[in-house]
């Protein structure tokens, strides 16, 4: 019920002008940071893979306007957006793409591997599922430090189908840690759908057995999505009580920038797009409650899109991390009978055939 | 010097950094209320109570994930995997987890760590609970590996480890938790990672082993002595890093070397040992490197099978004796 209320109250009890702007803001920012990845990608300025968060904004700013600085947050490997709306300038995020050592994992992590201490942001990681009990740990240890906040334990539907997650509910649950599963749900992993794939596809069902609550949510409504994490978060916070969050969105793209997507029917695709675009519905919502006007929308269109070229730009005048530094990051406490960086200058001239 | 088992020499490490280091806590199955399969953490639950012995379910995925998130949040958690053969439902988490978030995330993150668990065989316990798979894990870059062969050593690099910040596995042996030595009271020594030990001096033939092999290696030792061979023991103590000039240092000085593991012959730690030896004492040897191990089938039930599949003092002397005169290994 208490969502039903939540959504019951007029616009501007449930967020002031200002946040409702910042929201938009940062929305259109994720978009156009993302479609310029895509396109960077393309022009291989980014290697590996890359996978966009396009149709995923409102989740992701929902669920950062209702978190603490004292929160920790884990991600998967679609996490260009979660790092940005936590408050890492596009810039750095733009430059680990490009895998410069100017990036936020000094070019050694990759559009899969963002990381940043100073926000608690505490990497994306790439191997399904893996993040999930490390969020647990994390939450296992603020609560043996006493410390306050909660960890975001984000994933996608198809990582509800690992064992490592059914671990960590139960571990959670049995420890009492402050964590919150969020799953981003945009209806299909890869190219399996949820119902192709989980026995159960109401996917905030999934925690029952552990006695661990869940809850869906409309992912494309940025106001839900953050009254949901509200409300939850300061329950874990409290109570030590684990939950998920199963956040449905529609993914505009294939999964990753080479997919092509071509297991979607392209109709249902384009209507997918228009209705559950949530960055069109909540520019709509904003003009008509009077929030904003069409003239500030399009200042921010154009203040997004000069922050996304100056991060571009940032990127691609950045260095390139030296070969020198090649074991920097080995060990951090140094042992002996480990490469120098003499070893690596050496071991890159052969590489590079200048023998 | 107080002479105590190794099992007794971790109990007491375990309980002393747990006094000196609030964030220290132990992590496993059956390590607190049962008092630990092997009893290496006995009394401690006791002692230090339920938030620093902290019994787990059986998952060890999810708990060893746990530790690793813990750590990288500041905490210096101690986990018990019951044996090495368990750990293999925990590898993702330890292999693309834990070694990875340091370098991958540019040094912004540390994860110390601790993982404690036996490896080898012992007794009739067969195929599944038998498994030498430190060299899984020495494999891996961004791990550091150490397998103590007494008790001074598994008191030293215990509490190196413990005090590291990056994650080490730490091998022990079944065989080796009653087997006693000499270890000094009110000495806060540390044995370094990374530091291999002469353990024993010679002049003919190095033979280069590590836990429970050293223990052997040194027996062996002995018993050539009559025979007029000199044999020098390299205890390895880290396998990773590997102390490759300890190694080169001695095999340069006796020109012969045996390598002697409890794991698999073929891709196993002596393959590596053998190499090193021959990339960088090549013109220093007088005979083909030999090789000891476990000989390449899942381990049998059966009692006379099962210890004809593992090196012992027997295959030891014989290698020593083939690498004395020079001539190639017979399969």
Known sequence: ?355 | MPVITYRQALNDTLGEELARDPNVFLMGEEIGVFQGSYRVTEGLLAEFGPKRVVDTPIAEEGFVGVAIGAAMLGLRPVVEIMTINFILVAIDQIVNHASKIHYMFGGQVSVPLVIRTPSGGTGQLAATHSQSFENWFAYCPGLKVVAPATPYDAKGLLRAAIRDDDPVIFIESLALYDTKGEVPEDDDYVVPIGVAEVKRQGTDVTVVSYSRMTAVALQVAQRMEQEGISVEVVDLRSLRPLDRPTIIESVKKTNRAVVIAEDWYSYGVTAEIAATIQEEAFDYLDAPVQRVAGLEVPLPYAKELSAASKPNANSLIYAIRQVMRGTKRLR
């Open chain 1, 1 to 355: 019920m208490a969502e039903i209320a939540e959504a019951a109250q007029p616009l501007l009890e449930r967020a002031t002008a200002d946040e409702l702007k910042h929201y938009y803001y940062q929305m259109l920012l994720l978009r156009r940071f993302e479609e310029r990845a895509g396109e960077m990608y393309v022009k291989a300025k980014i290697g590996g893979y890359c996978h966009l968060n396009l149709g995923e904004e409102a989740t992701i700013v929902g669920l950062m306007a209702a978190l603490t600085p004292d929160d920790y947050i884990f991600t998967n490997y679609r996490e260009h957006g979660y790092i940005i709306a936590r408050g890492v300038p596009p810039g750095p995020v733009m430059a680990e793409l490009f895998g410069k050592e100017t990036g936020v994992s000094g070019g050694r992590g990759g559009s899969m591997h963002l990381f940043d201490r100073k926000t608690n942001f505490m990497g994306g990681y790439a191997i399904v599922g893996g993040q999930v009990p490390l969020a647990v740990g994390a939450a296992y240890a603020l609560r043996y430090q006493g410390k306050p906040g909660v960890v975001i334990a984000q994933m996608g539907d198809g990582t509800t189908n690992i064992g490592a997650f059914y671990e960590s509910l139960n571990l959670a649950k049995i420890w009492k840690c402050p964590v919150l599963f969020f799953i981003v749900n945009n209806g299909y992993g890869m190219g399996t759908s949820v119902e192709a794939g989980s026995s159960e596809p109401d996917l905030w069902k999934k925690g029952a057995s552990f006695r661990v609550y869940g809850e869906r949510v409309d992912g494309t409504d940025v106001l839900a999505v953050r009254d949901v994490v509200r409300r939850l978060r300061a329950r874990a916070e409290a109570e030590g009580e684990p939950a998920i969050i199963d956040a449905v969105s529609f993914r505009f793209r294939g999964h990753s920038v080479i997919d092509a997507d071509r297991y979607r029917d392209p109709e249902m695709v384009r209507r997918g797009r228009e209705l559950y675009d949530p960055i069109r519905k909540f520019s709509t919502l904003l003009l008509d409650h009077g929030v904003v006007d069409d003239a500030w929308l399009k200042s921010v269109a154009d203040r997004v899109e000069r922050e996304v070229q100056e991060a571009i730009d940032f990127a691609n005048n950045s260095p390139d991390p030296k070969f020198e530094d090649l074991y920097k990051y080995m060990y951090a406490t140094p042992v002996p009978n480990t490469p120098t960086a003499e070893d690596a200058i050496r071991a890159v001239k052969i590489n590079h055939g200048e023998f």
